[in-house]
């Protein structure tokens, strides 16, 4: 072997070495978010990554197709899958979807960001993060009730007259 072949080899695993380091620091950054965060194909909808928190609430669900291991009862991909609206009309990867649903598996809610992005090997797939959100919606669903309460006792209310005396107490008048 020649030295520029040898030089050339040590440059090549150099890179390697350096493209391997950064891969590894961006799955360690994805594994540190409590969110749920996965890449599929956007063709077979097989699950070609999935962070520690998709996998401590789903199992191993890397090389698994994604509308049968994240949601209950489907025989087909979701009927909510955002797949054909994340690319332009000239194929290319459009904006990021933003919206929220209850996941059937678990029931949780989730406030959700799909994307398409170009992964490693040039193909296009879809990017999900998905923050749980379940106790903002029992926030908003007591907020909505109560509300309510409020709202009909007002709007069944007229000509209510009343005053408060210095103790803090209603007096009638």
Wanted: contains cysteine; aromatic residues 12%; glycine residues 6%.
């Amino acid at each position: 072997m020649e030295l520029l072949e040898k030089e050339e080899l040590a440059g090549q695993r150099s890179i390697e070495k350096l493209l391997w380091e950064k891969q590894d620091q961006l799955f360690k950054v994805l594994d540190s978010l409590e969110a749920i965060v996965y890449m599929a194909d956007m063709q077979s909808y097989e699950i070609l990554f999935a962070n520690q928190h998709a996998e401590k609430l789903f199992g191993h669900i890397t090389g698994e197709i994604c509308w049968q291991v994240l949601q209950s009862g489907m025989t087909k991909p979701c009927p909510f899958c955002n797949n054909k609206k994340l690319m332009t009309a000239d194929g290319k990867p459009g904006d990021t979807i933003l919206w929220e649903m209850q996941n059937t598996s678990n029931d949780r809610w989730y406030s959700i960001r799909d994307r398409a992005i170009e992964w490693f090997d040039g193909r296009i797939v879809h990017l999900l993060i998905a923050f749980d959100i379940t106790g903002r919606k029992v926030i908003e669903a007591a907020l909505r009730k109560s509300e309510e309460k409020f709202r009909t006792v007002a709007d069944f209310t007229y000509d209510w007259e009343y005053w408060i005396n210095e103790k803090g107490n209603f007096n009638s008048p």
